[in-house]
Nanobody, 137 residues
């Protein structure tokens, strides 16, 4: 069974930090480009970080650039998101996402949930339970 299990969320004050983790299982994690996606209450999904299989290329939207840092440990099948200088507008449920390739084992799962986002023209699927991050004073 393929799984993505996000953890590490919580409530912090503005300016605080959190480290999110995403544990992958049931597939060859190191073969997939990965991303972090967030969805605030009542809003559409927004990607906040993306990296390739070797974690040598990393991209961020302007909204989080310089504050969020993506990393991965392929030996541990784990994706990370270090978040610093958090702002109230960072409040959302955070998901990790896999890039969709041909014969992806996750596509049907994500389609059933309606959880697909495009990043630089490629589809990324996210189907875990997510982890909630709340930033408030």
């Amino acid at each position: 069974e393929v799984q993505l299990v996000e953890s590490g969320g919580g409530s912090v004050h503005p300016g605080g930090s959190l480290m999110l983790s995403c544990a992958a299982s049931g597939f060859t994690f190191g073969n997939y480009d990965m991303a972090w996606v967030r969805q605030a209450p009542g809003e559409g999904p927004e990607w906040v970080a993306v990296t390739n299989t070797a974690c040598r290329s990393k991209y961020y939207p302007d909204s989080v650039k310089g504050r969020f840092f993506i990393s991965r440990d392929n030996a541990k099948n784990t994706l990370y998101l270090q978040m610093r200088w958090l702002k109230p507008e960072d409040t959302a449920v955070y998901y990790c996402a896999t890039r969709r390739y041909a014969s992806s084992p996750f596509e049907s799962i994500a389609r059933a949930l309606g959880r697909t986002i495009q990043i630089f023209g490629s589809d990324y699927d996210y189907w875990g339970q997510g982890t909630m991050v709340t930033v408030s004073s």
